[in-house]
Structure formats: C-alpha cells, structure tokens
C-alpha cells in the first residue's frame, strides 16, 4: 500500500508541472490533471500500471491529443520504476474521447508524433521544468 501511494505521489508530481501548449499554466493550475486523475494499480513485482485520466479545459479541445502525448512522454522519462502507462481522456468530457484514446495509448502513433521535429519541439517546451 505504501508503495502504491509513493508512486501515485511520484506519478502526479510529475504531469502537476507539465505546461499547456497555448497557455502559460500548467495542467494542473488549468485543471486539466488533479489529484484524482492519477490512479496506480501493482501489476508484478515491482511494476506498476499507471493509468491517467485528464480533462480538457473544453469539449472540442483541439490540442487534447497532445496534451496526452505529453503526459505520455514526461511520465515515460520521468517514472523512477517499472511501469505500464494508461492515459485517457476522463469520460463525457471531449467530443472525440475515443479516437484520442486511442492515438495516445498507440505505440506506433507516439513514436511517429515524436519522430516529427515541429511537434517534438512543442512537446518539449511543455514537459520541460522552467529554471
């Protein structure tokens, strides 16, 4: 239980400073990501399922698929155990939910997001820590 409750800690300090790609705050001051979105389920020894769940500032958010790619990718770098990541759209709260779902829970699609320079910058200046 102990453990389970570091790793939620761990998981939300990381994605609470991730920044919006069109506002200056973070996720977590728009509240897009909050206490109750991070959820930590032990899935093996020492390996944990990560499962996010964000809400969009409005329905038809259009920067929703790479807010979850960055969420994704922060968590990736930043996790200091053995993990699997989840990371979906809080139900009823976007007009695609599903499709976003499903981009950002695809291997293949985040690696191929990534691979393209313009977003990769994007991504970047969202997850990175200001001095």
């Known amino acids: 239980r102990f453990l389970i409750t570091t790793a939620l800690s761990r998981a939300l300090d990381i994605i609470r400073t991730i920044r919006d790609p069109e506002k200056p705050n973070t996720l977590e001051e728009l509240e897009v990501v909050t ?4 959820e930590v389920q032990e ?3 020492d390996e944990y399922l ?3 769940r964000f809400t969009p500032t409005v329905p038809h958010c259009s920067l929703a698929t790479l807010i979850g790619l960055c969420l994704r990718i922060k968590l990736q770098r930043c996790l200091p155990f053995r993990h699997k990541l989840e990371i979906y759209i809080s139900e009823g709260t976007h007009s ?7 981009q950002i829970n695809d291997k293949e699609r985040v690696a191929a997001a990534m691979e393209n320079p313009n977003l990769r910058e994007i991504v970047e200046q969202c997850v990175t820590e200001p001095d």
Not at 35 to 38: S, T
């Open 35 to 38: 206490e109750n979105c991070v």
């Open 43 to 45: 899935i093996g020894e």
């Open 50 to 52: 990560v499962i996010i």
């Open 96 to 102: 695609t939910e599903e499709d976003i779902n499903k």
